[in-house]
């Protein structure tokens, strides 16, 4: 190929592959960068200035930060989800896409650290939730498992890097990212074990707060029915994220980069799942209206006061919850690409709603007769700070897109 | 002088509890004060807004809702109801969530307890309290020139981004203990160990004491047939208790039904 | 070119993995995140305290001390916990006669306004325009001299009589040091502020012959009827009254004794009194001869008390035949609970059955004396309650109502006068009291435009302010500020730089009460003596000087008869020399109490012409005051009406009153401030109450700016709407709206006073105001 017009560092890319001149990529990083500034000051204030610069107060001590690491994490279950179909279930054509599904998996999980890392009012203290750990505490549980979780992410995602057109040169790293192919199966089921104990854990936090009603469910042994559900909806919506995220990477990159075939895997698994989901969500929101009711809180007063009307159930489970289980059952529906990303976009959307509704409306929600029903909106603290990792995560993504061996399938759909 | 720890070598284990007399109660503040004086509790130029300023004891003004001349009120002060829980299931709400072990229930004692350099401010015991008892420091406190003089050395004076309660002035429990320790007794009596508010409280509403001594006042108030706790049906097992002659405001004690009941705020 | 590159990438990669595995390894970021944290938990918080050297707060050697609050005239017995030299708690003082363990709010948060910025931090000279709050430091020397000077002046150019000193009492050593250099100096013109005692003091003296004000056995009362006193707002001495009603609410179930609470307002009292009948503010006298007509008319009234003790009952007829109504017919002739029922409101038969009810009672006591008390109120509506407690029987009773005892004292040596004082104090008081206008009021302290103008003996060229906050606590205070200005040398002797500081032209601070000594007379409302102490528990936190010592050394540098008032050396020997031997109780116990006092009998308590209880009062033609018809003499309804135009103004503004909130002459401090309801206030605005009703007519809702303006004035405000409130009546919380002190206080809310007027009675010539004309409009 002729130097001239051939990328300065084309040496890195994948084998066989084309991507944009140079310049366009630091141009392209360089708008990222804006409003991760923004993010990154909203950061600085909370710490510095402490938490009186967001809308947080006593009555919602969780606000969006928490809502959102909830629905990140649920949205990062494609990673080990995929990788449980791909290495345990064997499913080869996954092959093709559970790259890409570690990476926006890592992408997820460092989100939610990082968010938490300026959720929490003294976080230079963040270690103690290790270091004097409450077994009996949901949220201990939940870290213990997403630190490991995220560690079994970057060694899944280390072989990438080391597959890189020169790294992969250096004779040890070679031999190391093939042994790491060749553990890939053993690490993928001890992440899988992680991803379903914290998802549980995540849904356990809300689900054992028995001083609120609106958000307490009896369970099973130590795990309130919302551990479970938690679960189920994660994996049920985490393939559904997958493909979106790959669908709007093929805009940028211009080209496709999986086969359909391998979308259609996904999307029927993912639709099989909402539906299970649905079924036993219902199931618990009847038997949670009967032990609230128990507990003196009726059924009404958790939707009297707006803006949480009855609207939230009809959205959550019906509107962002039956359709797109409709569309990714139906062979035709989900082939058809634009409405497979409808689904997809409507079942994140939904996830992301429930993880909102059982953190923020729970503390909405007044208990006590007297209390005074206040509301709550984040400020554009709470945004930029969340959003930061957003763009944190499209930056890892497009620098791992240009330079990592991440679609298989990429060469064979695009030849040069 | 060697201080006696928290209650180890005690033979004998309480249950504080108080008792509060909402007949009784005028709504003057005093115990809320009080409280402030006591545990060094900050205050701003701007206090107004209840949902980010801190009150241990927060003395509620709740209506019973008839129009005028009917209307009524009532006054509910609200320290922590130091939960004991229902049993392993269902330990102390806010204990029971705390990651870092930040926030223990004492059997010795009863009283629930907060370590301020521990907590790192998850917040996730306020996300368990049904009762609002639990406020964060959203600003690092600050004095007025001069104002430090009057802080009380017992109490540690907190940082921002943690979160604090009421203690049931458990400082005042370690001296009353530290007094019996040094006279050689094993028991308190009921008078040496007696939190601020309740001290404070001009119209002696409030009474505090071990509610399974049976010469403890509380003892026998808290068997009032008028007496009755704050959301008793969720199984938090509170030990304050509120007793008052008026129906509507026991009925203030249920969980919150929807805007078609009488009670609401004052 | 191809190689350079590879190299140069491989290399740069090589690096930065080499790099960032090494730091991992690496001890120091996990020894640097250990430090971190202790930093967050020990230095920072130290820091943020102001110290970063020693643990903060100091610990240290703890004791308690002894004193009595000084913040409120409620003379509460508190314990000062201190550890070494700070005090750290202001606790109730566990025995204390009067409060017994209990302290309010106000008294708790004693020791913020100990340590405040809102202190007067020495002797300070007015440097800007007067109320600029601008001043300059200047030493103790300056400060006595400029006074001495002035005063010296204004004595030789025979304007003695044209100085006046204003306090917030009359009793004990302090306000007589002060009453007695006027005296020596040649001035009549010792002030009191306000409050319902002036026009109780005055009922006394005409129905009783007592120089005194009143006492009530709240504790021993079994039905408490109460004309819109705020008894748990803070009423009389605030913690012996909110103990009462304890009593009064003890008795499981049952309680030991009945409430009736008359006020047009759900107040605290009102929603804890078993009744509560709201009425239309200002007929409270039309309702108690009411009551008195159907007590009357049943015969419920006490025979041998009404027959035996008292003058003007029955109709009577003098020396020359000439016969006068008395209090029977007149109540029987105008006050049926219908007519009753119109003026009032109140349904005939809640009035009928009140009355009974109060009548029947074991031990019934009606206690006068609108909210905290902080207006003097109309003289024949407090005559007309004072009449049911007679009617009752239950004056100088067990559970009733008696005069004021104080603890007896020596008396200090008369003071020699010389020509100027002579002629000073014989010059008619520029308020006016004592005067043919006003013969029998002793004090008209809210006259300004009167004490100031010239006019009947007033002009007043110099005003001492002590213990009182004229300009705050004053009704219709833009009258007041103009009032000031035309006053040319103001001295304030203010512990704390309050509102009258603001405009005076000096501030010679006294002590702040933990750091001084001074002797509290029996609490306003006791019917037991009480003699309490304040002691300092610590040093002089600023450079203060006691006002006793500095008046003292004023009155010697003045020199001749002046000095010669004040034969002590200082003012802890007058305050040994006037509590003679009981000082060495005094001081070990902090207070002395007579266990074994006596009410004295009916016989010996009416120093009355007749001798007797007046329903007829004979003592107004003895002073020679101006009757103009028969009624005059009788206690009956007299309506005091509300200023301004019932069109432009069709609704009707009442100061309301909250314990949580001061409103007196010390301002409310932080921790007081912060305990205040979301609806009462809310960033720097107040909540006026307004009932949903009236709210509708006029387009207002919850939270909602509005503005309030009456014939005084105008200011924006929050609407709370409450069905606790009569509809047609704004209720505006008293104490908020300062401009003095700092932004812990100051620009909160506005001063209720500012929009309320002085309506004065006609009789006694005191602010009966109880309400204004008001209009309230979406601002
Ligand atoms: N009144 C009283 N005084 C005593 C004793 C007593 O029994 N009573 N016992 C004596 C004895 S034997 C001892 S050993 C000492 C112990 O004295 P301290 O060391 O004071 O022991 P504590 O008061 O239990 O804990 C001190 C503080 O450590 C904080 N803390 C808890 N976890 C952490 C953490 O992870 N990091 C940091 N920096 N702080 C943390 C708690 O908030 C607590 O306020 O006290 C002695 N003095
Ligand atoms: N919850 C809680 N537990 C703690 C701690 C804490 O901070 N909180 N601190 C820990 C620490 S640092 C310590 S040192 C230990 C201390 O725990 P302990 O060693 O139990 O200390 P104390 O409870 O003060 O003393 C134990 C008992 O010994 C008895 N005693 C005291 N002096 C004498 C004596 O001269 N003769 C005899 N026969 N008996 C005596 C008293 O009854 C006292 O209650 O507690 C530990 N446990
Ligand atoms: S101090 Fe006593 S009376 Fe006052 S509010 Fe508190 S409990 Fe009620
Ligand atoms: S009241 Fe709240 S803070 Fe107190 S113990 Fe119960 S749950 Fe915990
Ligand atoms: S905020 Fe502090 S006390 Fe509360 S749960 Fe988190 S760590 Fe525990
Ligand atoms: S018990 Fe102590 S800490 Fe708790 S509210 Fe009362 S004074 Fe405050
Ligand atoms: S009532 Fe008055 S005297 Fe008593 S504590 Fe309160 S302010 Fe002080
Ligand atoms: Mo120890």
Redesign the interface.
């Known amino acids: 190929m002729d ?1 001239a017009s051939a990328p ?2 084309s ?2 890319f994948p084998e066989g592959t084309k991507r944009c001149q140079l310049r366009w990529f630091i141009v392209w990083l360089g708008i990222l960068h804006g409003p991760l500034m923004v993010g990154v000051l909203a950061a600085v204030m909370c710490w510095g200035l ?3 610069v967001t809308y ?7 606000g969006l930060w928490i809502a959102a690491d909830l629905g990140v994490i649920a949205l990062g279950a494609g990673a080990f989800f995929t990788g449980f179909l791909r290495y345990v279930v064997k499913i080869d054509e996954l092959k093709n896409i559970v790259n890409y599904a570690v990476v926006i998996g890592v992408v997820c999980y460092a989100a939610a650290q990082g968010i938490l890392g300026v ?11 290790f ?4 077994v ?5 549980e939940v ?1 213990f498992c997403i630190t490991c979780y995220f560690m079994v992410l970057c060694i899944e995602y280390l072989p990438l890097i080391l597959e890189n057109r ?2 992969n040169k ?1 004779g040890f790293f070679h031999g190391m990212a093939h042994h790491l192919h060749e553990a890939m199966p053993t690490i993928a089921a001890i992440g899988v074990f992680l991803s379903f104990f914290h998802q549980g854990s995540l849904g356990g ?2 689900g ?6 609106f958000a307490f469910r009896e369970g099973f042994l ?1 795990w309130p029915w919302t551990f479970f559900l938690f679960i189920l909806s994660a994996i049920a919506c985490g393939p559904c994220f997958t493909i979106l995220i790959t669908w709007i990477t093929e805009r940028f990159a211009r080209k496709q980069l999986v086969k359909r075939n391998v979308f259609d895997i996904l999307a029927k698994i993912s639709g099989r799942l909402l539906a299970l989901y649905l079924v036993l969500k219902t199931m618990d929101t009847i038997y949670w209206i009967a032990v609230a009711g ?5 059924f ?2 958790f939707y ?2 707006q803006p949480y009307g009855y609207w939230v159930l009809v959205m959550e489970l019906g509107i962002l919850g039956v359709i797109p289980m409709i569309i990714l059952l139906n062979k035709r529906a989900r082939q058809n690409e634009n409405l497979l990303i409808l689904a997809c976009i409507l079942n994140c959307s939904g996830i992301f709603m429930n993880r909102w509704i059982m ?1 923020v409306q ?2 909405a ?8 029903f ?1 509301s709550y909106h984040p400020n554009w603290v709470e945004y930029a700070s969340t959003l930061m990792f957003v763009w944190v995560g499209v930056i890892v993504i497009s620098i791992s897109y240009r330079y990592l061996p991440i679609f298989p399938q990429e060469k064979e759909l695009n030849p040069l | 002088m060697k201080e006696a720890h928290h209650g180890e070598g005690d033979t004998k284990t309480y249950r504080y509890g108080m008792v509060v007399n909402l007949d009784k109660c005028t709504g003057c503040g005093a115990c809320m004060v009080a409280c402030m004086a006591e545990n060094n509790l900050p205050f701003r130029k701007d206090n107004s807004d209840r949902l980010r300023s801190q009150l241990w004891m927060r003395v509620y003004k709740i209506s019973n809702g008839q129009p005028f001349p009917d209307a009524d009120i009532s006054y509910i002060p609200r320290p922590c109801q130091h939960c004991e829980g229902k049993d392993h299931h269902h330990a102390t709400p806010c204990v029971s969530v705390c990651p870092a072990t930040a926030t223990d229930y004492s059997h010795e004692t009863g009283i629930v307890s907060q370590i301020y350099t521990r907590c790192f401010g998850c917040r996730y015991c306020m996300a368990a309290c049904p009762y609002h008892v639990r406020v964060f420091n959203w600003w690092d406190p600050v004095w007025p020139k001069g104002m430090k003089n009057y802080l009380n050395p017992d109490v540690s004076v907190r940082m921002r981004g943690v979160v604090e309660k009421c203690s049931f002035c458990y400082h005042r429990l370690q001296r009353a203990r530290n007094k019996a320790y040094a006279e050689e007794r094993r028991e308190l009596h009921e008078d040496e160990y007696q939190t601020a508010c309740t001290q404070a409280c001009p119209a002696g509403a409030i009474t505090f004491g071990d509610l399974d001594d049976p010469h403890h006042k509380v003892y026998k108030l808290k068997k009032d047939p008028n007496a009755f706790r704050l959301l008793e049906k969720l199984g938090t097992n509170t030990k304050v208790y509120y007793v008052s002659t008026r129906d509507w405001v026991r009925k203030a004690a249920h969980a919150y039904t929807g805007k078609n009941q009488g009670i609401m705020p004052g | 070119m191809k190689l350079d590159r590879r190299t140069f990438i491989e290399v740069a990669l090589g690096f930065s993995i080499g790099a960032g595995t090494g730091f991992m390894l690496t001890p120091v970021n996990w020894k640097l995140m250990d430090d971190m944290t202790i930093w967050s938990q020990e230095l920072w918080p130290r820091y943020q305290l102001g110290g970063l050297k020693g643990k903060l707060p100091q610990r240290g050697e703890v004791s308690n001390a002894d004193t009595v609050c000084k913040l409120c005239p409620g003379g509460c017995g508190i314990t000062v916990r201190k550890v070494e030299k700070r005090a750290t708690k202001i606790e109730g003082r566990d025995g204390y006669p009067v409060n017994d363990g209990g302290i309010c709010p106000l008294g708790a948060s004693g020791l913020q306004l100990l340590y405040g910025p809102w202190r007067t931090p020495g002797p300070l000279k007015r440097s800007g325009k007067r109320g600029s709050g601008h001043f300059s430091r200047i030493s103790w020397e300056e400060a006595i001299h400029e006074v001495v000077e002035k005063l010296s002046a204004l004595r030789h150019h025979g304007e003695a009589h044209k100085v006046a000193a204003i306090l917030d009492s009359d009793r004990g050593t302090v306000p007589q040091l002060f009453s007695r250099f006027l005296q020596a100096y040649g001035s009549p013109n010792f002030i009191r502020t306000a409050s319902d005692q002036d026009t109780y003091e005055l009922t006394l003296k005409l129905m009783q012959g007592a120089d005194s004000s009143v006492g009530y056995d709240l504790e021993g009362a079994n039905f408490i009827l109460s004309f819109g006193s705020g008894l748990i707002e803070g009423w009389g001495a605030p913690v012996r009254v909110i103990q009462a009603h304890s009593i009064w609410r003890s008795g499981n179930g049952t309680k030991r004794a009945k409430v009736v609470q008359i006020e047009p307002r759900l107040s605290n009292t009102a929603a804890k009194a078993d009744d509560w009948y709201p009425i239309k503010p200002g007929t409270e006298g039309a309702l108690a001869m009411g009551l008195a007509h159907v007590i009357v008319k049943e015969s419920l009234y006490d025979f041998s008390f009404i027959g035996s003790q008292t003058f003007g009952f029955e109709d009577w007829s003098d020396v020359t035949g000439k016969t006068y109504t008395g209090f029977k017919r007149l109540v029987m002739d105008e006050y049926g609970p219908a007519n009753v029922s119109k003026i009032t409101g109140l349904s005939a038969k809640k009035i009928v059955d009140l009355a009974r009810a109060f009548a029947k009672a074991e031990r019934p006591l009606a206690v006068w004396g609108r909210g905290k008390g902080t207006t003097s109120g109309s003289l024949y509506e407090c005559m007309a309650v004072h009449a049911l407690n007679a009617l009752v029987g239950n004056i100088n009773k067990p559970g009733g109502v008696s005069t004021r005892p104080e603890v007896a004292m020596q008396p200090w040596p008369e003071v020699v006068v010389d020509n100027i004082a002579w002629a000073g104090s014989s010059m008619p008081r520029a308020d006016g009291a004592g005067t043919s206008r006003y013969p029998l009021t002793k004090y008209l302290p809210d006259r300004w435009p009167q004490i100031v103008s010239g006019s009947d003996g007033g002009g007043i060229k110099a005003l001492l302010v002590q213990g009182a906050d004229p300009c705050f606590t004053t009704m219709d205070s833009a009258a007041v500020a103009k009032a000031f200005e035309q006053i040319p040398f103001v001295v304030s002797f203010s512990t704390f730089l309050d509102e009258t500081a603001f405009n005076a032209d000096l501030v010679l601070p006294n002590h702040h009460y933990l750091e001084r000594w001074e002797d509290v007379p029996t609490p306003i409302g006791l019917h037991k003596p009480v003699l309490g102490l304040c002691k300092p528990v610590v040093s002089p936190q600023f450079d203060t000087k006691h006002v006793g010592d500095v008046l003292m050394t004023i009155a010697k540098s003045l020199g001749g008869t002046v000095a010669e008032a004040f034969p002590w050396g200082d003012y802890e020997s007058v305050l040994k020399d006037t509590m003679g031997e009981k000082w060495d109780t005094l001081e070990e116990m902090g207070y002395v109490a007579e266990a074994d006092y006596r009410l004295s009998t009916w016989g010996s308590t009416f120093g009355t012409p007749s001798g007797k209880f007046e329903f007829y009062v004979s003592t107004f033609d003895q002073a020679g005051k101006e009757i103009s018809e028969d009624v005059g003499y009788l206690p009956h309804y007299q309506p005091i009406k509300p200023e301004g135009n019932a069109v432009r103004y069709p609704l009707i503004l009442i100061p309301t009153e909250l314990m949580r909130l001061a409103d007196g002459a010390v301002g409310n401090p932080p921790f007081c401030t912060k305990t205040m309801e979301e609806n009462e206030l809310k960033g720097n605005d107040l909540f006026v109450e307004v009932n949903p009703k009236t709210a509708a007519e006029y387009g207002l809702s919850e939270g909602l700016h509005a503005t309030l303006t009456t014939p005084k004035g105008k200011g924006t405000v929050l609407v709370h709407l409450s069905e606790g409130i009569m509809p047609g009546l704004i209720g505006i919380p008293k104490g908020l709206g300062h401009t003095a002190y700092d932004d812990y206080l100051a620009g909160k809310g506005i001063s209720a006073n500012s929009l309320m007027g002085v309506v004065e009675d006609p009789v006694s010539g005191l602010c009966a105001t109880w309400g204004i004309r008001a209009k309230l409009t979406r601002a």
């Open positions: 130097s300065f560092d040496a890195l402490a938490l009186n947080l107060n006593n009555n919602f001590p969780f959720d929490i009012g003294q976080p230079l203290r963040g270690w103690f939730i270091w004097h750990a409450n009996h505490s949901m949220l201990t870290a020169q790294i250096l936090v809300p054992v707060l028995y001083g609120r009603p130590v128990k507990a003196g809180a009726p009404r007063s009297t006061n953190t729970s503390l929600v007044p208990v006590m007769s007297f209390d005074k206040v």
